[in-house]
């Protein structure tokens, strides 16, 4: 897969995942994308680990797959060290 097809997939999963947990992440398209770009790369990793595969084509469902996946737990690592609460102050 190109670096441009690898950044247009981290893009749509890293929005996917923002779509898919519910909450306010925030951020913007910027954010969105390194999302998904480390998502896809942990999901690739930890598919190549597990399942034997990984991110290789833009067209497969396992590249997809791998690569929300990766996003969301990405997205949540994020979440924990950001610590977004839902505290107010009065």
Avoid at 30 to 35: I, N
Avoid at 56 to 62: K, Y
Avoid at 69 to 90: A, E, H, P, Q
């Amino acid at each position: 897969m190109g670096f441009l097809a690898f950044l247009l997939l981290g893009l749509i999963a890293g929005a996917i995942a923002k779509l898919i947990l519910p909450g306010r992440q925030g951020g913007g398209i910027l954010a969105t994308l390194l999302l998904g770009v480390v998502g896809a790369l942990l999901g690739g990793w930890l598919g190549s680990i597990i399942f034997d595969t990984g991110v290789n084509e833009f067209f497969s469902l396992s590249s997809w797959l791998l690569a929300i996946g990766g996003s969301i737990v990405v997205l949540l690592i994020w979440g924990l060290i950001t610590g977004r609460s839902k505290r107010t102050t009065t």
